[in-house]
Structure formats: C-alpha cells, structure tokens
C-alpha cells in the first residue's frame, strides 16, 4: 500500500508532480479526456489518483489543496460507484484532474522528490583519467 501522504509521479519524463493516491488497488484504467478513470477487475498496474496540474509558478499551493482533497474524499471502495467518481471528479478544485496511473510512475513522497531545492546532492560518479599512449 502507498501511504496516504502526497506522492511525486511522472510520466518517465523528468517532469515531476505532486499527487494523492485515492485507491492504492492497481485495477484502474483511463478513458480518455474528460472521463473519469474506470476501475476493472483485472490487474491494471495503474491506481486511482489525482494530481497536480498547474503551472509550475502556481506549485507551492499543491500540497495544500492536495491534503484537503486527500481529505475529503471518499473512501476507494465508494469509488468504484461511477456515479459517485464522478461527482468527486466534478468538485475537485480547479488545477486538479483525476488519472489512473501506472504504479512504476509513483516514485515517492513529494517532500523527498528528486531536483528538491535543498536536497542533499547525489554523489557524482568517479571519474575515469584517459590514457594517452606515448609516442
């Protein structure tokens, strides 16, 4: 199970996005622009989730509009009523939309997202002298 925290996602892009996992059970798929994901009986490999999707000068509101909606929102049993979805899907704050996406896009909590300002540096790789062959 994700924890209940706000997660950092992407699309194997480098872009990164703060988002809440609403339904931790990999059985959702998307439908398309302007419907809400549908949640199968199969293994999807994606999760019910909603995410982030403002410019990035509007960033330092997501993770408070973000733990309001985490808040507020009904328990993922309840999801799987489609009526209810979108009903949620519908009051969700402007900024926000609602993606089935796939687990291996979940890297992590937002607050230890990678490029975070303040992060502690990755350790660069030892450089290797090149030999030059005397003549």
């Known amino acids: ?11 194997g892009i480098g872009a990164f996005f703060p988002l809440i996992i609403l339904d931790p059970a990999p059985l959702w798929q998307n439908q398309g622009p302007g419907i809400p994901p549908l949640r199968g009986t199969e293994d999807t490999g994606r999760l019910l989730a909603v995410r982030w999707c403002a410019p990035e000068s509007a960033a330092a509101h997501a993770p408070t509009v973000l733990s309001r909606v985490a808040e507020s929102a009904p328990p993922a049993q309840a999801l799987h009523d489609t009526e209810r979805l979108a009903a949620f899907r519908a009051d969700l704050p402007q900024h926000l939309n609602l993606i089935a996406l796939t687990t291996s896009f979940v890297i992590g909590p937002w607050s230890k997202r990678p490029g975070r300002h303040g992060a502690t540096p990755q350790p660069s790789p030892p450089r290797i002298a090149r ?5």
């Open 131 to 135: 030999l030059t062959q005397a003549a």
């Open 1 to 11: 199970m994700i924890p209940a925290e706000i997660q950092t996602g992407n699309y």
